[in-house]
């Protein structure tokens, strides 16, 4: 999956040069290499067309989505301790509330951290 993201970022580096005066440069991930629209993004339905076939060659979950790896990545960034501008800030939201209700469920691990916290705080009272 790495290896074909990093092709996908070859090609779109490529076409950006190619087209740099057309080119649509808003960081996509998946921008498109297509002639027509270089570097708006991709439709949703290509996308997880393109990942199904990945996910199977890879021999990983199918149920897995585009969707379901932005969760696990914003998750990720903050059981890493990223703070919430920051994580804000890569995920294009303006709207706190939506960053922090819909996508940072609290982790095992954090949840594991909290508690230990919480017994050392009591330990030291």
Do not use: C
């Amino acid at each position: 999956m790495i290896y074909e993201l990093s092709k996908h970022k070859l090609a779109q580096k490529q076409t950006m040069m190619k087209h740099r005066d057309i080119y649509h440069d808003k960081d996509f991930v998946l921008a498109s290499i297509d002639e027509e629209l270089p570097g708006y993004p991709l439709y949703i339905k290509k996308i997880e067309s393109r990942m199904r076939r990945l996910l199977k060659i890879a021999e990983l979950n199918p149920e897995l989505t585009p969707h379901s790896l932005h969760h696990t990545h914003t998750s990720l960034l903050a059981e890493a301790g990223v703070s919430l501008p920051k994580i804000m800030e890569r995920l294009g939201h303006k709207d706190e509330d939506t960053t922090k209700n819909v996508y940072l469920h609290v982790t095992q691990e954090m949840k594991k951290e909290a508690s230990q916290k919480f017994k050392e705080l009591m330990e030291n009272l």
